[in-house]
T-cell receptor, first 117, second 111 residues
Framework: ETGVTQTPRHLVMGMTNKKSLKCEQH?????MYWYKQSAKKPLELMFV???????ENNSVPSRFSPECPNSSHLFLHLHTLQPEDSALYLC????????????????FGPGTRLTVL | AQSVTQPDIHITVSEGASLELRCNYS??????LFWYVQSPGQGLQLLLK??????LVQGIKGFEAEFKRSQSSFNLRKPSVHWSDAAEYFC?????????FGAGTRLAVHP
């Protein structure tokens, strides 16, 4: 049990659908992250939230919309996705804000396997 | 630019054999380095980390890694591999303000 849960574990959606991915951390951490993991590519950091505030957006297309209502929950809202968006989406959390050593020990959830038809 | 390189995409070893997975980093300052493991369909699990001090770091599941500044390396080792170690292994390092991951090494274990 990593302390970071993600739902759903698998999601199939059409290009016109709207869906949301949910992440919850039970570790008392202050920072949360969304990563995209595609086949044969390194992990891509998408978004970072520190104390509920977005601190990083790595040029992610607007069809991905994150939301962090509190330090324990993170959502990724999806709309009008493309087939190339099919990937494993990983959520992670860490104890402190970026720039602090503590922030670097990230703990990951199991991921949501997304397939866009 | 700060980077993490894992030169081996795939490695196959026999069960019971020793293992070494390579990781090279490129940083200007003292690096903070990590190894994660990912089993099929799962997220990443932290195996071990190096921040400072003893350059030989012990982790979970019998893994260890040695930081060698002169070689810019942080190789992961295990003296005797078990079939359950088959997975993908990621080396990561702290960049300026975020973690930078290597591309991963997929480990297969033959019985």
């Amino acid at each position: 049990e990593t302390g970071v849960t993600q739902t759903p574990r698998h999601l199939v959606m059409g290009m016109t659908n709207k869906k949301s991915l949910k992440c919850e951390q039970h570790l008392g951490h202050n920072a949360m992250y969304w990563y995209k993991q595609s086949a044969k590519k390194p992990l891509e950091l998408m978004f970072v939230y520190n104390f509920k505030e977005q601190t990083e957006n790595n040029s992610v297309p607007s069809r991905f919309s994150p939301e962090c209502p509190n330090s324990s929950h993170l959502f990724l809202h999806l709309h009008t996705l493309q087939p190339e968006d099919s990937a494993l989406y990983l959520c992670a959390s860490s104890q402190g804000p970026q720039g602090e050593v503590r922030a670097d020990t990230q703990y990951f959830g199991p991921g949501t396997r997304l397939t866009v038809l | 630019a700060q980077s993490v390189t894992q030169p081996d995409i795939h490695i196959t070893v026999s069960e019971g054999a020793s293992l070494e997975l390579r990781c090279n980093y490129s940083y200007g300052a003292t690096p903070y380095l990590f190894w994660y493991v990912q089993s099929p369909g799962q997220g990443l699990q932290l195996l071990l980390k190096y921040f400072s001090g003893d350059t030989l770091v012990q982790g979970i599941k019998g893994f260890e890694a040695e930081f060698k500044r002169s070689q810019s390396s942080f190789n992961l080792r295990k003296p005797s591999v078990h079939w359950s170690d088959a997975a993908e292994y990621f080396c990561a390092g702290r960049g300026y303000n975020k973690l930078i991951f290597g591309a991963g090494t997929r480990l297969a274990v033959h019985p």
